[in-house]
């Protein structure tokens, strides 16, 4: 345990934690662009063989669309993503598990448009994700298809936890 004689001083915990926010941002930024494209496609195709009714031609209708759905949904999800990330911690009110959870859109439109019936779900995702009527809403980072992505998350809300942490320390001085 720590005193506060020898705690690590409020500007230099400062300076690491958006240090370490920053490489975390990055490197979720870039797995997101990365990954969601696959993820999208991979989704569709998942439902699609579950659901088993589609005939070939709106099965590959609809997998020529994922892969277009995909590339637009990494633009959408990322450019939210860099408005979170740029912002100060401070202001920062959602997490970017909470902006990645938006890709399901786009393969829903897809599986809507290829007659797909909607899934059951749980009580607990019906509420928590009204629209997500297919059960696509990725549950961690690594969902996407990176399990590496997954620690990404909470390395994160430590770094932002930090900054905090010690901004909050400098001003009770």
Same mark, same amino acid.
């Given at each position: 345990?720590?005193?506060?004689?020898?705690?690590?001083? #409020?500007?230099?915990?400062?300076?690491?934690?958006?240090?370490?926010?920053?490489?975390?941002?990055?490197?979720?930024?870039?797995?997101?662009?990365?990954?969601?494209? =696959?993820? +999208?496609?991979?989704? +569709?195709?998942? %439902?699609?063989?579950?659901? =088993?009714?589609?005939?070939?031609?709106?099965?590959?209708?609809?997998?020529?669309?994922?892969?277009?759905?995909? =590339?637009?949904?990494?633009?959408?999800?990322?450019?939210?993503?860099?408005?979170?990330?740029?912002?100060?911690?401070?202001?920062?009110?959602?997490?970017?598990?909470?902006?990645?959870? *938006?890709?399901?859109?786009? #393969? *829903?439109? %897809?599986?809507?448009?290829?007659?797909? #019936?909607? +899934?059951?779900?749980?009580?607990?995702?019906?509420?928590?994700?009204?629209?997500? +009527?297919?059960?696509?809403?990725?549950?961690?980072?690594?969902?996407?298809?990176?399990?590496?992505?997954?620690?990404?998350?909470?390395?994160? =809300?430590?770094?932002?936890? *930090?900054?905090?942490?010690?901004?909050?320390?400098?001003?009770?001085?």
């Amino acid at each position: 345990m720590s005193t506060t004689d020898d705690a690590e001083p #409020p500007d230099d915990a400062e300076a690491r934690g958006l240090a370490m926010l920053a490489d975390a941002s990055a490197a979720i930024r870039s797995g997101v662009a990365r990954e969601v494209p =696959g993820w +999208v496609v991979r989704q +569709v195709a998942r %439902i699609l063989d579950a659901w =088993g009714r589609a005939d070939a031609t709106t099965r590959e209708r609809a997998l020529t669309d994922a892969r277009t759905a995909g =590339g637009a949904a990494a633009a959408r999800v990322g450019a939210a993503l860099d408005d979170l990330l740029a912002a100060d911690p401070a202001d920062q009110r959602s997490t970017p598990l909470e902006v990645v959870r *938006t890709a399901y859109r786009e #393969p *829903t439109e %897809i599986l809507r448009a290829a007659g797909v #019936p909607e +899934v059951a779900r749980d009580a607990f995702d019906e509420r928590a994700w009204p629209d997500d +009527v297919y059960g696509l809403v990725p549950r961690t980072l690594g969902d996407l298809g990176d399990d590496d992505l997954a620690p990404l998350l909470l390395v994160w =809300g430590t770094a932002k936890a *930090t900054v905090l942490r010690a901004r909050a320390a400098r001003e009770a001085r």
